[in-house]
T-cell receptor, first 114, second 110 residues
Framework: EPEVTQTPSHQVTQMGQEVILRCVPI?????FYWYRQILGQKVEFLVS????????KSEIFDDQFSVERPDGSNFTLKIRSTKLEDSAMYFC????????????FGPGTRLTVL | GQQVMQIPQYQHVQEGEDFTTYCNSS?????IQWYKQRPGGHPVFLIQ?????EVKKQKRLTFQFGEAKKNSSLHITATQTTDVGTYFC??????????FGTGTSLTVIP
């Protein structure tokens, strides 16, 4: 069964450093999402992406964040200058946006900012 | 901004008992989704509800969307230990941005 993959599974970085989180969505999906989940808390929407552009973004997704689909298979989230409060699990999701509108989540990347 | 609250935050039940979690949105939704997240895992899609008053069933799970499309519920009949996890609702106005609820963590005691 096709699945969303994410790399790395765990990223440790120093405050102020740039990180890039990578995702490979399911191949025939057209809609892509990034979410984050601080430990023990709810899942928070960051951004949705379709047709090579951002569809919607939340208040969390400020100028420090950017997304890209560089090569038709990968979908990346970049955080330019990480802060301590960026420590969280970051989930990528993809979907076909059929009437069923199911989102398939990847296993997540745990980001730890020291 | 949009807020989606769930109650209860935690629920412990004996295996075989029923379980219900309730989801309430501060605004009217176009659709609502439900997800299950096992400890240490990622959210897994369960279902989407779109119509006012809609009720859908999946085996022992019953999902309901309120008439005003501002609330929803998930009911599990005769819980099993495999039902353990956190259940999240996720509401949307546009279909592109989903507001996840605060989640209900279910523990099933064998």
């Amino acid at each position: 069964e096709p699945e969303v993959t994410q790399t790395p599974s765990h990223q440790v970085t120093q405050m102020g450093q740039e990180v890039i989180l990578r995702c490979v969505p399911i191949s025939n999906h057209l809609y892509f999402y990034w979410y984050r989940q601080i430990l023990g808390q709810k899942v928070e929407f960051l951004v949705s992406f379709y047709n090579n552009e951002i569809s919607e973004k939340s208040e969390i997704f400020d100028d420090q964040f950017s997304v890209e689909r560089p090569d038709g298979s990968n979908f990346t989230l970049k955080i330019r200058s990480t802060k301590l409060e960026d420590s969280a699990m970051y989930f990528c999701a993809s979907g076909t946006r059929s009437s069923y509108n199911e989102q398939f989540f990847g296993p997540g990347t745990r980001l730890t900012v020291l | 901004g949009q807020q989606v609250m769930q109650i209860p935050q935690y629920q412990h039940v004996q295996e075989g008992e029923d379980f219900t979690t309730y989801c309430n949105s501060s605004t009217t939704l176009s659709n609502i989704q439900w997800y299950k997240q096992r400890p240490g895992g990622h959210p897994v899609f369960l279902i989407q509800l779109v119509k006012s008053g809609e009720v859908k069933k999946q085996k022992r799970l019953t999902f309901q969307f309120g008439e005003a499309k501002k609330n929803s519920s998930l009911h599990i009949t005769a819980t099993q230990t495999t039902d353990v996890g956190t259940y999240f609702c996720a509401g949307s106005n546009t279909g592109n941005q989903f507001y996840f609820g605060t989640g209900t963590s279910l523990t099933v005691i064998p």
